[in-house]
């Protein structure tokens, strides 16, 4: 997934950052959908910094922002930062994927012999 991710928000690319942000989205989207039932929760949060990052330094290449116009852009007055959002378009946040683990059945998993079993005695 990081390749995917280095390679749309290469700084000397020159797309438009819509449809960037569309695909990143994707790409995340369908990553996280894979892996929420997997323990991932530490690897969402990694992952969303990674995107993040990558996102903002090439959107300063893109525009010529210093720091202290990418802060202007996205925090609130109050400080807080908000999420990066383009034409409508705002940056799918993995860490707000729940992740729900598979529920444990122990025996009442289904298998050839359990079945043989229930056939004889039913």
Do not use: C
């Amino acid at each position: 997934m990081k390749a995917k991710i280095r390679a749309l928000t290469n700084r000397t690319s020159q797309q438009n950052p819509r449809s960037v942000l569309i695909r990143l989205n994707q790409i995340m989207r369908g990553w996280s959908n894979y892996f929420k039932h997997a323990v991932a929760k530490h690897t969402f949060h990694a992952l969303s910094h990674f995107v993040w990052w990558r996102v903002v330094r090439w959107l300063r290449t893109l525009h010529r922002w210093k720091w202290k116009d990418v802060r202007r852009r996205f925090t609130t007055p109050d400080g807080r930062w908000k999420p990066i959002t383009v034409d409508g378009i705002e940056l799918f946040n993995l860490e707000s994927v729940p992740v729900t683990r598979y529920r444990y059945r122990g025996n009442t998993i289904p298998n050839p012999w359990t079945l043989h079993d229930h056939a004889i005695t039913a």
